[in-house]
């Protein structure tokens, strides 16, 4: 990992011009690592755009210091494209090869698509790898690029709930602290912002819940219908699927959300299944205990869940 990171910085350091981008929706941990080497790469005299697909972005993440450069728009003419937590090469919403890629990551799935790949899946967050390049170049890490690599933290661990932290994460995190970071003012501003309609898009959802195999699995809905009634947004719905894994008995919850495209599952699990294996057999991607896929539009809700509850139940085989 030491080497590939020295050989990843040296080509940082001969190119010019550098796009730093993350996959489509982008959640804290994309979005945050995306916007981590703004600042560095700006005072190294370099020309860098942070790019994403996604309009609008996630407002929860509007307080990232450089936020507001986030564009939509691919340049024409670049050296390097820095791609961050992005699984595969289609989920940055790109035609053409870049030029040079470095892909860092920390998806289990990743397909390695870049010319140099740092692929880190025991990291916490794509921005664990972000900071273990930075450290292993010598590079001094400004409290806006800390705030960003700290909040990318945050979000990929659940607040530091999840498996992934250990007391590497914690040093990580102290040394972030020292570098100008304040947890409290991250925290609010992730969580004591929420929208009236998401709360009651929750109300909704939780309606639906269905608990089967003994328990272990939960299915929670979305529809369009709620989105409409409540007034929410996609960026409301993130964390549903989250709580309806903390019901006791619950091993694996899975949202199905009615999206333009498809319906959307969101899978998360708690103790022991895989339930990556599930989402790449639907095309998506994703880590052990948090994956997701699109199913296209030929099938409804009813159908998605039957086919969902036969693969679960493989997963759920391997309980400890
Ligand atoms: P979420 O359920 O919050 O959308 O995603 C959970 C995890 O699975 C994230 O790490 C996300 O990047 C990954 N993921 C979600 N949907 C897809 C998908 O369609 N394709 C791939 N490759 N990964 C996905
Ligand atoms: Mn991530």
Same mark, same amino acid.
């Given at each position: ?27 804290? @941990? ?11 790469? *700006? ?5 860098? *755009? ?21 564009? @939509?728009?691919?340049? *024409? ?129 939780? @309606? ?51 999206? @333009? ?60």
């Amino acid at each position: 990992m030491q080497e590939l990171f020295k050989k990843a910085w040296e080509k940082i350091e001969k190119s010019k011009n550098i796009i730093l981008a993350a996959h489509i929706n982008p959640d804290g @941990d994309a979005l945050g690592s995306s916007l981590s080497l703004y600042p560095i790469l *700006k005072k190294m005299g370099k020309n860098v *755009k942070v790019f994403n697909v996604t309009k609008p972005l996630p407002m929860y993440l509007d307080f990232l210091p450089n936020f507001d450069k986030v564009t @939509d728009k691919l340049p *024409k003419n670049y050296d390097l494209l820095i791609s961050f937590d992005c699984g595969s090469f289609d989920r940055l919403g790109i035609e053409e090869k870049p030029p040079f890629l470095i892909n860092i990551d920390h998806h289990i799935s990743n397909t390695k698509y870049g010319d140099i790949n740092i692929i880190d899946s025991k990291a916490a967050s794509s921005s664990q790898v972000v900071y273990n390049m930075l450290k292993a170049n010598n590079i001094e890490i400004p409290s806006e690029s800390a705030v960003c690599i700290y909040t990318a933290l945050v979000t990929d661990t659940g607040s530091f709930q999840y498996e992934s932290v250990n007391e590497k994460v914690f040093e990580m995190a102290a040394e972030l602290v020292k570098c100008g970071v304040k947890p409290d003012f991250v925290a609010k501003m992730l969580f004591q912002r929420d929208r009236l309609s998401r709360l009651r898009l929750l109300a909704k959802a939780y @309606d639906t819940i269905e608990l089967c195999c003994e328990g272990k699995v939960a299915f929670v809905e979305v529809t369009k219908e709620m989105m409409e009634i409540t007034g929410a947004i996609k960026d409301d719905t993130d964390t549903i699927v989250n709580s309806v894994r903390a019901i006791a008995s619950v091993e694996v919850a899975c949202m199905l959300r009615e999206d @333009d495209d498809g319906i959307k599952i969101s899978l998360r699990s708690k103790n022991y299944a895989d339930v990556s294996k599930v989402a790449v057999k639907y095309g998506g991607g994703g880590h052990i205990r948090a994956a997701g896929a699109t199913i296209n539009n030929e099938f409804d809700f009813e159908k998605v869940k039957e086919m969902l509850k036969k693969d679960l139940k493989e997963i759920l085989k391997g309980e400890k």
